[in-house]
Nanobody, 119 residues
Framework: QVQLVESGGGLVQPGGSLRLSCVAS????????MGWYRQAPGKQRELVAE???????NLVDSVKGRFTISRDNAKNTLYLQILSLKPEDTAVYYC?????????????WGQGTQVTVSS
């Protein structure tokens, strides 16, 4: 079984910073990508950032220049460094892992960590 556990969320003031972590455990192979998604109340879950197995990254336009996605393979951990937080960043942030057993692509999700940006 694959498990993803997020941490690092909290309540911060606008302009503040957070670093989210996602620890992966279990038997994982053929990883396509890992990423962070977020979901605000009443809105669809959206991709924030992802990193592919070869190290390429993709970020949604609204977070470019402020968010950085990275991974530590030795610790099986995915990170999201968030700078200059804005109220519109408020959401539950979810860790995602995509892996493939051809021809099927599988998705695993963490339970989420709440990020609230408010003065």
């Amino acid at each position: 079984q694959v498990q993803l556990v997020e941490s690092g969320g909290g309540l911060v003031q606008p302009g503040g910073s957070l670093r989210l972590s996602c620890v992966a455990s279990g038997s994982i192979s053929n990883i396509v990508a890992m990423g962070w998604y977020r979901q605000a109340p009443g809105k669809q879950r959206e991709l924030v950032a992802e990193i592919t197995s070869d190290g390429r990254t993709n970020l949604v336009d609204s977070v470019k220049g402020r968010f950085t996605i990275s991974r530590d393979n030795a610790k099986n951990t995915l990170y999201l460094q968030i700078l200059s937080l804005k109220p519109e960043d408020t959401a539950v942030y979810y860790c995602n892992l995509k892996w493939k057993v051809p021809p099927v692509l599988y998705d695993y999700w963490g339970q989420g960590t709440q990020v609230t940006v408010s003065s």
